[in-house]
């Protein structure tokens, strides 16, 4: 089965690597305009000139999405680029802290706090005034497995991670018939944002995960495309777990 987009604008928060440019590149794959913003410009311009050539148009826009008044900013840009945001992908997330949660500073539980949760309320928000409430559309959330249950280090992420999980499922009550919200809460995937929990020992971790590999950009972008397509247009309020099997495991692990 062929996925399309065609006819469709796109906008992706945290889109200039890894998974959020690969979502990128699957929906202009499948004719969507694809508007890419993160904080860089020039990281922007580098990775709008690896989706060149394909089906859908790509257009950036500069954004930090901690702060709200940048959401209204990067739609507003796609609305006067293409004149729908049909789809929003937030998938910009950070982890600047490792360690016990009640050692976190203020300011390091906040700064996690604005760009894995609360930018999500403001994205949508901004999307839903300007352009999903007359127009219908789908919202797309990137969440985690460490949403689903305590991990050692990286406890206050994994608290931001759980309330995407939640906020996808009282966003895709409120927002129903007309904007469809899901989420995807992958495992370890080999990007940017994961790296220390992987390099120099990615053999050793996949080990535990019982297909015997980490994941890829494009297992989640796939995903993406797919339930961003008509293919799901009966999928809601869900989160999809990618994570090789990890949380279906026996007690004790994969030995």
């Not at 996808?168 to 929990?197: C, F, H, M, W």
């Not at 050793?204 to 994941?215: E, N, W």
């Amino acid at each position: 089965m062929e996925l399309r987009l065609d006819g469709k604008t796109a906008l992706i928060t945290g889109g200039s690597r890894g998974i959020g440019l690969q979502i990128g590149y699957r929906m202009a794959e499948a004719g969507a305009n694809v508007v890419l913003t993160s904080r860089k410009e020039q990281g922007l311009h580098e990775a709008a000139a690896t989706l060149e050539g394909l089906d859908g148009q790509v257009a950036t826009v500069a954004s930090h999405v901690g702060r709200p008044e940048d959401a209204e900013k990067a739609v507003t840009f796609t609305m006067e680029r293409f004149g729908a945001v049909d789809i929003l992908v937030n998938n910009a997330g950070t982890n600047p802290y490792f360690g016990p949660m009640l050692e976190i500073t203020p300011e390091l539980m906040r700064k996690t706090y604005e760009i894995n949760q609360a930018s999500i309320i403001t994205f949508s928000q901004a999307a839903w005034r300007q352009s999903m409430q007359a127009n219908g559309g789908s919202i797309l959330n990137i969440a985690s497995i460490g949403g689903l249950g305590p991990e050692p280090g990286i406890g206050w992420y994994n608290v931001t991670k759980a309330a995407v999980i939640h906020t996808t499922t009282q966003l895709g009550y409120e927002l129903a018939p007309s904007v469809r919200v899901n989420a995807i809460a992958p495992g370890l995937v080999k990007t940017d944002l994961a790296r220390a929990l992987w390099e120099n020992r990615e053999e050793q971790v996949a080990k535990h995960i019982p297909l015997r590999r980490l994941g890829e950009v494009d297992d989640i972008a796939t995903m993406a495309l797919f339930l961003s397509s008509s293919a799901a247009s009966w999928i809601t309020g869900q989160t999809i777990v990618i994570d090789g099997g990890t949380t279906n495991q026996p007690t004790g692990g994969v030995s």
